[in-house]
């Protein structure tokens, strides 16, 4: 029979408490002053903002997810419906404009943060404003929009190298430090790997190798040329992880293409984006469908003739963390197309 030593559970009790503990994650509350470098500037926080207004869809998403609602006294530059999960608390929000706010309207909400999505709302150029910093509001840009990436250059601006997820779960690293919910952070970077991992999975069994496909976004004139995603951008990304081949080559985020050197190509498949923004005259996804099933060039695509559209919400197209639903969208309209091999 095996001798119990007096004292000796009691001991091994606290010692398996202390071991736990040490198992358990801990995450490290923020330290203030916080000096981050952002698109080539630093700033400092001297404590976790108080009010922000946020610029772009694609970072007012993160914001929700990173339970910060409650923080967001203003956004702006919206192309669709906010994720169904967040409609409640967006419609508390007040909207400052669908697309580019005044300066006046942003400041007008008193933010101590001005978060933008883009840096042309608030870079060195912003048309949104750039002397945020001469009122003592601080400014984050998405790392995605600056990282590896020249604003000045082409309408979206020239992509450098792939986009990828790192830049998104960048950004959520860098704001819930900004904001101390670094412990959220963590969680959501967690899930979001968890989700790519699952989608990439996915199509493992369904990718189509090398398959022609186009992103079309919008279009200025309905009969003009195409915004359509270029080699770097995120849909680039999306088809990279479907094993699929863009048909665009240049390092534009979203080059305006003329529908002739398009049916050279001859995709495959073509994504439509749908939004509800109606800037430009092919936002509608009707138009985008009428235009391609009647115009004497494009209706021979074998895209066209085979009515292989996949519809996706503009949002997937666009850097965020969306992006990831994108590739889910994406291989289930290969399956369904019996394009995949």
């Not at 968890?194 to 989608?199: C, H, L, S, W």
């Amino acid at each position: 029979m095996r001798q119990i030593i007096p004292g000796f559970s009691l001991a091994l009790g606290l010692a398996s408490l202390c071991l736990a503990g040490l198992a358990a994650p801990a995450f490290a509350a923020t330290q203030y002053p916080l000096t981050l470098s952002n698109c080539g500037q630093k700033v400092t926080f001297e404590k976790a903002p108080a009010k922000i207004v946020s610029i772009g869809q694609g970072m007012t998403e993160v914001l929700f997810s990173l339970g910060l609602a409650d923080k967001i006294a203003g956004t702006a530059v919206w192309v669709g419906p906010v994720l169904p999960q967040y409609a409640e608390a967006n419609s508390k929000i007040r909207r400052l404009a669908d697309n580019d706010p005044s300066f006046e309207s942003v400041v007008g909400a008193e933010p101590d943060l001005v978060a933008a999505e883009f840096e042309w709302h608030v870079g060195a150029q912003g048309s949104v404003g750039k002397q945020f910093g001469d009122l003592g509001i601080n400014t984050y840009i998405a790392p995605a929009d600056c990282v590896a990436k020249i604003n000045t250059d082409g309408g979206d601006g020239v992509r450098k190298e792939l986009f990828t997820m790192d830049l998104i779960y960048q950004e959520i690293a860098e704001l819930s430090e900004i904001f101390d919910v670094n412990d959220r952070g963590d969680a959501l970077i967690a899930d979001l790997k968890k989700r790519e991992a699952a989608a990439v999975a996915s199509v493992s069994g369904a990718a189509a190798k090398n398959l022609p496909v186009v992103f079309w976004f919008s279009s200025k004139e309905v009969k003009g040329d195409a915004f359509i995603a270029g080699k770097n951008s995120a849909p680039a990304y999306i088809l990279k992880a479907l094993g699929a081949k863009n048909v665009v080559t240049t390092e534009e985020e979203w080059p305006l293409v003329g529908w002739e050197t398009i049916a050279q190509a001859n995709p495959a498949v073509i994504v439509i984006a749908t939004m509800d923004r109606r800037r430009y005259a092919a936002d509608d996804p009707k138009v985008k469908v009428d235009f391609l099933e009647n115009d004497p060039v494009t209706r021979e695509l074998d895209a066209v003739k085979n009515k292989r559209f996949i519809m996706m919400d503009a949002q997937s197209m666009n850097p965020t963390i969306r992006t990831i639903n994108g590739i889910e969208i994406l291989a289930k309209g290969i399956a369904a197309s019996g394009l995949a091999q």
